[in-house]
């Protein structure tokens, strides 16, 4: 198993893997400098949509995977969010991925970011996913921090190898063909 470079992202990409695409790096759009995104030269910068569910503690709710409590946060569209301080926030990608079934890839934060205390959650999308990424990023500071819809928000690092016995699309995985942000399923 091998990490992609560009050109065989961007096979990929053309035959259906990433919706919409950029062929390059992204940095500068009409309002100005952005944070990057589009292909790389080993990983494709995703870009963060304008939804967003904001964790909070109005209602007292617990936050529980088996037993979610939809209470636990505010639905937001917005072009940009604060995190609240020690905060955590959901979102999704702008682009739609089908990852073919002899790919893995891995979604790791973005630098920019980090060095501002936001910070992604490691997540991998496994041969034969298909779906909006649903993102998580903590803010770690104690201040308020901002992110930005339409701009880079993680990186992918594809893998080829050979096609697993089982892939995700295979076993029907839970989180298969998710549009928006996801909650938690079991």
């Known amino acids: 198993m091998s990490i992609l470079p560009d050109w065989r992202i961007r096979e990929l990409a053309q035959a259906g893997m990433i919706e919409p695409f950029e062929d390059r790096l992204i940095r500068t759009a009409e309002q100005g400098h952005v944070i990057s ?80 205390g936001i910070v992604a959650n490691v997540t991998p999308l496994e041969p034969g996913w298909e779906g909006h990424v649903t993102l998580e990023f903590s803010n770690t500071t104690p201040l308020p921090a901002k992110m930005y819809a339409f701009e880079g928000c993680v990186q992918l690092l594809f893998f080829e190898g050979e096609r697993p016995t089982v892939t995700y699309g295979d076993r029907g995985g839970k989180y298969q063909k998710q549009r928006g942000v996801t909650l938690p399923r079991l």
């Open 37 to 116: 995104y589009g292909l790389s030269s080993f990983g494709y910068d995703l870009r963060c949509a304008d939804e967003w569910k904001v964790f909070t503690n109005v209602h007292g709710a617990l936050v529980d995977p088996k037993n979610f409590d939809e209470r636990s946060f505010v639905d937001l569209q917005a072009n940009a969010i604060i995190i609240p301080p020690n905060s955590f926030v959901l979102a999704r990608s702008l682009e739609y991925l089908r990852i073919p079934e002899n790919v893995m890839v891995v979604a790791l934060g973005k630098s920019t970011y980090a060095r501002c």
